[in-house]
Structure formats: structure tokens, C-alpha cells
């Protein structure tokens, strides 16, 4: 069956960098694009980019620009995404999803708890 | 951007009785060439990823009880739970997916009154 599983828990201090895996299994990698959404404690979903990870082509929310690296390996099927410049604000879980054919997400990892702190 | 919608920010309904859902989005998500609504609903519980419902707007997701409905074209859409259980206690969220740039409402929490 399809599986998204991310890596653990994050701290990480104000200036510093995150980078938070999503490992895919049970379909082809490299057939389906990846998103990354966050969710800050209590709050709703923010859309933060998409990854192809065909060819590693990416877009990102213009909130995020210059902040945000999204990247892939074929090699293991899974993908990556980066967040520098941390600040408190940027806490929060940390989802990938899987885009179907129709552009909705129909599975989605565990998610990533990242908590910015100094 | 589209800009999504929801009322109310929280409901409460008796066991067995129906919930509705609003979600509006700020320009059409209906796709002409195709006539579908790049909408869909996601349910959310605490400590739980989104769990995909409807797409299409009204296309239940395999494994979905058809207690849960959806229904709306253009701007305007709902999501209808017939007879509510227990375990329907959640966040309920609406998404278009009609942009890349992907975008959620901000959701409606549903409770047992």
C-alpha cells in the first residue's frame, strides 16, 4: 500500500536550518508529484510547494521563496524539504502528500514536528 | 491566489443528526473544457495527518461511509454529513486544487452537542 513516512521530531534555534525527509513506498516515485504542508499548533493547512519528482522541478509558495528547497533521490524514493533562516513563526508539523492524477493529496506522511526555539 | 472560505468555524450536532459544511472560494474552480470542481474535502482528527474525503467535489473517496456527501459548482460548495457519529468528531477542511499553487480553507470543527 502507499506510504509516506517522514523523519522524527526537530529543535531547532532561531537563524538555524531544518531539513525534514519523506520516504515513499508501495508506487512508482517517480510517477506522482510530492507536496509539503504545514500546519502550525492549532491552526489550519498552508500550502507550502511542490516537488516533481520525475525530474526534481519544483514551485514554491511565493511566502516562502528564498527560505524553502525542495529536493529529491530516485536512488531511495524520497524526497526532501529545506527551511533556512528558522524564526519562531516557522513552527509547526511539517505534512508531505501525494498528488493524485487530479491534483488532490491522497496520502499523506505522518508528519514532522519542528519546534524553533531559542 | 485563491482565497477559501469556510462557515461556520465550528458546529455541534446530536448523534444522528446532519452537519453541513460551507466552503467558498474566492474565483471558479470549475474547469470549463472538462466541467469538473478542482475541489475536495479532507477530515482531520488530533494528532492525525488529513484524511482525504470527496474530490471532485462530490466523488467520495474509496473507503469513505456514504454518510459523507458533497455538492456545490463554481464558487460554491458543501460538505454534508447525514447522521452523525461519533467517530465524525474532526476538522473538516475544503482545498482547491484548480491552481498549482494549492490552497485550504480554514476549516470547521464539528463536535457532539
Known amino acids: 500500500q502507499v506510504q509516506l513516512v517522514q523523519s522524527g521530531a526537530e529543535v531547532k534555534k532561531p537563524g538555524a536550518s531544518v531539513k525534514v525527509s519523506c520516504k515513499a513506498s508501495?508506487?512508482?516515485?517517480?510517477?506522482?508529484?510530492v507536496h509539503w504542508v504545514r500546519q502550525a499548533p492549532g491552526q489550519g493547512l498552508e500550502w507550502m510547494g511542490i516537488?516533481?519528482?520525475?525530474?526534481?522541478?519544483?514551485t514554491y509558495t511565493q511566502k516562502l521563496q528564498g527560505r524553502v528547497t525542495m529536493t529529491r533521490d530516485t536512488s531511495t524514493s524520497t524526497v526532501y524539504m529545506e527551511l533556512s533562516s528558522l524564526r519562531s513563526e516557522d513552527t509547526a508539523v511539517y505534512y508531505c502528500?501525494?498528488?493524485?492524477?487530479?491534483?488532490?493529496?491522497?496520502?499523506w506522511g505522518q508528519g514532522t514536528l519542528v519546534t524553533v526555539s531559542s | 491566489d485563491i482565497v477559501m472560505t469556510q462557515s461556520p468555524d465550528s458546529l455541534a450536532v446530536s448523534l444522528g443528526e446532519r452537519a453541513t459544511i460551507n466552503c467558498k472560494s474566492s474565483?471558479?474552480?470549475?474547469?470549463?473544457?472538462?466541467?469538473?470542481?478542482?475541489l475536495g474535502w479532507y477530515q482531520q482528527k488530533p494528532g492525525q495527518p488529513p484524511k482525504l474525503l470527496i474530490y471532485?467535489?462530490?466523488t467520495r473517496e474509496s473507503g469513505v461511509p456514504d454518510r459523507f456527501s458533497g455538492s456545490g459548482s463554481g464558487t460554491d460548495f458543501t460538505l454534508t454529513i447525514s447522521s452523525l457519529q461519533a467517530e465524525d468528531v474532526a476538522v473538516y477542511f475544503c482545498?482547491?486544487?484548480?491552481?498549482?499553487?494549492?490552497?485550504f480553507g480554514p476549516g470547521t470543527k464539528v463536535e457532539i452537542k
Open positions: 474565483q471558479s474552480v470549475l474547469y470549463s473544457p472538462n466541467n469538473k470542481n478542482y
Open positions: 516537488i516533481n519528482p520525475s525530474g526534481g522541478s519544483t
Open positions: 508501495g508506487y512508482t516515485f517517480t510517477s506522482f508529484h
Open positions: 471532485w467535489a462530490s
Open positions: 482545498q482547491q486544487y484548480y491552481t498549482t499553487s494549492r490552497s
Open positions: 502528500a501525494r498528488n493524485k492524477e487530479g491534483g488532490w493529496f491522497d496520502s
